[in-house]
């Protein structure tokens, strides 16, 4: 079946590092999104990606959608204590309105 | 505007019991959504609603029942609680995409 498969697991920077999450999907995505989910939180909706190669930024934050449209990734530069939390990418099912299947997620940690 | 609202935020339920999770969603989206959370799994789809008076199975619906009687709403029960049912529980409401989430209920069954 359709699978979107998300790494690392989890991350642990030192802050002012950079950090990269990655998304992939088994099947061609119409569009993907990101999601962000504060520790005891829940996801909030960040950005979505609907062109081949599209490139988005918001602040320190970089998204990439893939030529193939397989795969995306986050890229957050120098890192902040304010970043914390577990980065969710997600793409639509095939054909089926609304519903979204979610990557397992990365967990972000930043020492100060 | 509340957004998408859940209660309870938490519960402790014994083995057998049975509860409903109530869902409510004041941006008068058509789709609704019931997933869990665990730790490692990402969020799973439990049941969803692609408008009033209609329901569907996601990806793990068994032990599981939702009812869409009103647009706003969207419940989700449990008739027979078991210890895996122990998750935190997200309700998301959307009018395709993006999805919006309620804070969640923190479930426990003993």
């Known amino acids: 079946g359709q699978q979107v498969m998300q790494i690392p697991q989890y991350q642990h920077v030192q802050e002012g590092e950079d950090f990269t999450t990655y998304c992939n999907s088994s099947t061609t995505l119409s569009n993907i999104q990101w999601y962000k989910q504060r520790p005891g939180g829940h996801p909030v909706f960040l950005i979505q990606?609907?062109?081949?190669?599209e490139v988005k930024k918001q602040k320190r934050l970089t998204f990439q959608f893939g030529e193939a449209k397989k795969n995306s990734s986050l890229h957050i530069t120098a890192t902040q204590t304010t970043d914390v939390g577990t980065y969710f990418c997600?793409?639509?099912?095939?054909?089926?309105?609304?519903?979204?299947?979610f990557g397992q997620g990365t967990e972000l940690s930043v020492k100060p | 505007n509340a957004g998408v609202t859940q209660t309870p935020k938490f519960r402790v339920l014994k083995t057998g019991q049975s509860m409903t999770l109530l869902c409510a969603q004041d941006m008068n989206h058509e789709y609704m959504y019931w997933y869990r959370q665990d730790p490692g799994m990402g969020l799973r789809l439990i049941h969803y609603s692609v408008g009033e008076g209609t329901t569907a199975k996601g990806e793990v619906p068994d032990g599981y029942n939702v009812s869409r009687l009103k647009k706003q709403n969207f419940l989700l029960g449990l008739e027979s609680a078991a210890p895996s049912q122990t998750s935190v529980y997200f309700c998301?409401?959307?009018?395709?995409?993006?999805?919006?989430f309620g804070p969640g209920t923190r479930l426990t069954v003993l």
């Open positions: 997600a793409g639509p099912y095939y054909n089926q309105g609304g519903k979204l299947i």
């Open positions: 990606l609907v062109k081949s190669g």
């Open positions: 998301a409401s959307s009018s395709g995409q993006p999805q919006f």
